[in-house]
């Protein structure tokens, strides 16, 4: 690696242990065993709840817009 004979042989074994460690998660629980979430939360939904939560007193203030969520 280009980044020096001392930091270079440093990032080197923190790559490799790394891609060791994702391997054996990977052997350890298989990501077709892992289940996942396939429902989305729709903004207006989302919006809803936040105005209740402030109007319940949980928190003291919201601010979610449209332009705030990704659609």
């Not at 980044?3 to 074994?13: D, H, N, R, S």
């Not at 490799?16 to 892992?34: A, G, K, S, T």
């Amino acid at each position: 690696m280009a980044l020096g004979p001392f930091a270079g042989l440093i990032y080197t074994t923190i790559l490799i242990v790394d891609c060791l460690f994702f391997l054996f998660l990977e052997w350890w629980m298989p990501r077709e065993d892992m289940d996942f979430v396939q429902e989305h939360w729709k903004p207006d939904v989302f919006a809803e709840f936040a105005r209740e939560a402030q109007n319940s007193g949980l928190v003291e203030e919201v601010s979610c817009t449209r332009s705030d969520v990704d659609t």
